[in-house]
Protein backbone atom coordinates (compact mmCIF):
# COMPACT_ATOMS: atom_id res chain seq x y z
CA UNK A 1 0.00 0.00 0.00
CA UNK A 2 3.01 2.37 0.53
CA UNK A 3 4.17 1.95 -2.40
CA UNK A 4 0.96 1.99 -4.11
CA UNK A 5 0.85 6.00 -2.58
CA UNK A 6 4.12 7.05 -3.60
CA UNK A 7 3.43 5.73 -7.19
CA UNK A 8 0.50 7.90 -6.86
CA UNK A 9 2.57 11.10 -5.51
CA UNK A 10 5.27 10.78 -8.19
CA UNK A 11 2.83 10.90 -11.44
CA UNK A 12 1.23 13.77 -9.50
CA UNK A 13 4.44 15.71 -8.99
CA UNK A 14 6.17 14.76 -12.26
CA UNK A 15 6.92 18.06 -14.66
CA UNK A 16 4.33 18.25 -17.76
CA UNK A 17 7.11 18.34 -20.36
CA UNK A 18 10.72 17.38 -20.45
CA UNK A 19 13.10 19.65 -21.55
CA UNK A 20 16.46 18.47 -23.48
CA UNK A 21 18.54 21.07 -21.69
CA UNK A 22 20.56 20.18 -18.79
CA UNK A 23 19.54 22.28 -15.66
CA UNK A 24 21.71 24.06 -13.95
CA UNK A 25 20.74 23.66 -10.12
CA UNK A 26 18.17 21.28 -8.75
CA UNK A 27 15.93 21.78 -5.73
CA UNK A 28 16.16 18.73 -3.65
CA UNK A 29 13.79 17.19 -0.73
CA UNK A 30 14.44 14.31 1.51
CA UNK A 31 11.92 12.63 4.03
CA UNK A 32 13.38 9.71 6.72
CA UNK A 33 10.54 8.05 8.39
CA UNK A 34 10.52 5.49 11.27
CA UNK A 35 8.19 2.70 10.63
CA UNK A 36 5.20 2.22 12.80
CA UNK A 37 5.41 -1.29 14.97
CA UNK A 38 4.59 -4.12 12.59
CA UNK A 39 1.87 -6.09 13.32
CA UNK A 40 2.36 -9.13 15.71
CA UNK A 41 2.38 -11.85 12.76
CA UNK A 42 4.51 -9.37 10.65
CA UNK A 43 8.05 -11.16 9.46
CA UNK A 44 10.48 -9.95 11.82
CA UNK A 45 13.32 -7.16 10.57
CA UNK A 46 16.71 -8.45 9.78
CA UNK A 47 18.90 -9.72 12.11
CA UNK A 48 22.82 -8.46 12.29
CA UNK A 49 25.66 -10.15 13.87
CA UNK A 50 26.58 -6.52 15.57
CA UNK A 51 30.33 -8.27 15.94
CA UNK A 52 30.31 -8.96 12.77
CA UNK A 53 33.47 -7.21 10.37
CA UNK A 54 30.67 -6.37 8.14
CA UNK A 55 28.38 -4.35 10.52
CA UNK A 56 31.79 -2.57 12.22
CA UNK A 57 32.75 -1.82 8.14
CA UNK A 58 29.33 -0.21 7.54
CA UNK A 59 29.94 1.80 11.11
CA UNK A 60 33.49 3.25 9.54
CA UNK A 61 32.09 4.17 6.15
CA UNK A 62 29.59 6.26 7.87
CA UNK A 63 32.28 8.02 10.17
CA UNK A 64 34.30 8.44 6.72
CA UNK A 65 31.34 10.45 5.26
CA UNK A 66 30.81 12.50 8.36
CA UNK A 67 34.21 13.51 8.21
CA UNK A 68 33.59 14.75 4.35
CA UNK A 69 29.98 16.41 4.86
CA UNK A 70 30.09 19.55 3.57
CA UNK A 71 29.28 22.81 4.84
CA UNK A 72 26.09 23.25 2.85
CA UNK A 73 23.23 25.36 3.95
CA UNK A 74 19.73 23.24 3.98
CA UNK A 75 15.96 24.16 5.75
CA UNK A 76 14.13 21.95 7.77
CA UNK A 77 10.98 21.56 5.70
CA UNK A 78 10.00 19.61 2.95
CA UNK A 79 7.07 21.64 0.02
CA UNK A 80 6.73 19.23 -2.72
CA UNK A 81 6.92 15.97 -0.32
CA UNK A 82 4.07 17.45 2.36
CA UNK A 83 1.32 14.87 0.87
CA UNK A 84 3.43 12.37 1.12
CA UNK A 85 4.63 12.96 4.94
CA UNK A 86 1.06 13.58 6.02
CA UNK A 87 0.02 10.19 4.07
CA UNK A 88 3.24 8.68 6.24
CA UNK A 89 2.22 10.04 9.98
CA UNK A 90 -2.28 9.32 8.93
CA UNK A 91 -0.36 5.30 8.84
CA UNK A 92 1.09 5.67 11.88
CA UNK A 93 5.12 5.97 10.88
CA UNK A 94 7.00 8.04 12.64
CA UNK A 95 9.22 11.32 11.03
CA UNK A 96 12.35 11.75 11.82
CA UNK A 97 13.84 14.61 9.06
CA UNK A 98 12.20 16.57 6.90
CA UNK A 99 15.14 18.55 4.60
CA UNK A 100 15.63 20.65 1.23
CA UNK A 101 18.01 22.43 -0.17
CA UNK A 102 19.63 24.03 -3.74
CA UNK A 103 22.65 22.81 -5.21
CA UNK A 104 24.09 23.42 -8.45
CA UNK A 105 24.55 20.72 -10.80
CA UNK A 106 27.68 18.91 -10.78
CA UNK A 107 29.57 16.19 -11.17
CA UNK A 108 30.35 13.51 -8.53
CA UNK A 109 34.27 14.49 -7.43
CA UNK A 110 32.48 18.05 -6.92
CA UNK A 111 29.10 17.40 -5.50
CA UNK A 112 28.23 18.76 -1.61
CA UNK A 113 27.67 15.83 0.32
CA UNK A 114 24.98 16.48 2.49
CA UNK A 115 24.62 15.71 5.62
CA UNK A 116 20.78 14.70 7.08
CA UNK A 117 20.24 13.83 10.78
CA UNK A 118 18.41 13.67 14.22
CA UNK A 119 18.45 12.96 17.58
CA UNK A 120 16.08 13.00 19.97
CA UNK A 121 14.06 11.50 23.10
CA UNK A 122 11.01 10.33 21.37
CA UNK A 123 12.61 9.74 17.62
CA UNK A 124 15.25 7.44 16.17
CA UNK A 125 18.71 8.64 16.39
CA UNK A 126 19.21 9.24 12.66
CA UNK A 127 22.50 9.88 10.86
CA UNK A 128 22.63 10.59 7.11
CA UNK A 129 24.28 11.41 3.86
CA UNK A 130 22.72 12.13 0.32
CA UNK A 131 24.88 12.91 -2.19
CA UNK A 132 23.06 14.09 -5.90
CA UNK A 133 25.42 14.47 -9.09
CA UNK A 134 25.11 14.27 -13.08
CA UNK A 135 26.95 12.17 -15.63
CA UNK A 136 24.90 12.14 -18.59
CA UNK A 137 22.45 11.17 -15.91
CA UNK A 138 21.22 12.66 -12.40
CA UNK A 139 22.10 9.81 -9.53
CA UNK A 140 21.72 9.82 -5.75
CA UNK A 141 23.83 8.46 -3.66
CA UNK A 142 22.24 8.01 0.10
CA UNK A 143 23.55 6.67 3.22
CA UNK A 144 21.57 6.46 6.30
CA UNK A 145 22.28 4.61 9.49
CA UNK A 146 19.84 4.34 12.18
CA UNK A 147 19.21 3.70 15.99
CA UNK A 148 15.52 2.70 15.92
CA UNK A 149 12.79 4.33 18.46
CA UNK A 150 13.29 2.57 22.24
CA UNK A 151 10.92 3.70 24.68
CA UNK A 152 12.45 4.34 27.96
CA UNK A 153 11.83 5.76 31.49
CA UNK A 154 11.50 9.80 31.59
CA UNK A 155 14.65 10.29 33.82
CA UNK A 156 16.97 8.12 31.25
CA UNK A 157 15.50 9.54 27.88
CA UNK A 158 17.74 12.62 27.70
CA UNK A 159 20.52 9.89 28.20
CA UNK A 160 22.61 9.04 24.57
CA UNK A 161 21.65 5.35 23.43
CA UNK A 162 25.75 4.15 23.54
CA UNK A 163 26.22 1.25 22.06
CA UNK A 164 22.70 0.72 20.72
CA UNK A 165 22.24 -1.33 17.54
CA UNK A 166 22.55 0.67 14.16
CA UNK A 167 20.41 0.17 10.68
CA UNK A 168 21.83 0.99 7.69
CA UNK A 169 20.56 1.66 3.92
CA UNK A 170 23.26 2.58 1.57
CA UNK A 171 21.96 2.67 -2.31
CA UNK A 172 23.46 4.34 -5.52
CA UNK A 173 20.08 5.49 -7.50
CA UNK A 174 19.92 6.88 -10.64
CA UNK A 175 16.89 8.97 -9.99
CA UNK A 176 14.42 11.81 -12.51
CA UNK A 177 12.97 15.01 -12.47
CA UNK A 178 9.95 14.98 -10.99
CA UNK A 179 9.85 11.21 -9.38
CA UNK A 180 9.65 10.74 -5.73
CA UNK A 181 11.90 7.68 -4.96
CA UNK A 182 11.63 5.37 -2.17
CA UNK A 183 14.62 3.99 -0.35
CA UNK A 184 13.49 0.80 1.38
CA UNK A 185 14.68 -1.07 4.96
CA UNK A 186 12.40 -2.88 7.08
CA UNK A 187 12.79 -0.33 10.07
CA UNK A 188 12.88 3.10 8.47
CA UNK A 189 12.39 4.38 4.85
CA UNK A 190 13.84 7.75 2.90
CA UNK A 191 11.74 9.48 0.20
CA UNK A 192 13.68 11.73 -1.81
CA UNK A 193 12.61 14.17 -4.69
CA UNK A 194 14.69 16.27 -7.53
CA UNK A 195 13.67 18.95 -9.53
CA UNK A 196 15.09 21.41 -11.70
CA UNK A 197 15.11 24.67 -9.64
CA UNK A 198 13.23 28.43 -10.92
CA UNK A 199 14.43 30.88 -11.24
CA UNK A 200 16.35 33.01 -7.82
CA UNK A 201 13.51 35.47 -7.85
CA UNK A 202 10.81 32.57 -7.80
CA UNK A 203 12.67 30.26 -5.71
CA UNK A 204 10.46 30.16 -2.19
CA UNK A 205 12.31 28.20 0.04
Given at each position: ??????A?????????????????E???EV?V??????P???A????WD???????A?L??M????D????F?T?N??Y????????L??????IIE?V???Q??S??Q???????G???????LL?GF?R??????IY????M???????A?P?????P??G????????KR???????HYF??P????????W?A??ED????
Amino acid sequence: MLRICIAALALALMPAAASGEAEEEYEIEVLVFERAAPPENAAPPERWDFSSERYRARLRRMQRLGDRASDFETINQVYRLKAARAALRASGHRIIESVSWRQKESLLQNAPLIAVGKAGPARALLEGFVRIYTTTLIYADIDMQISPHIPAAPEMRAAPRRGAPQYFISEKRRVKFGQIHYFDHPLFGVLLGVWPAPPEDEFAL
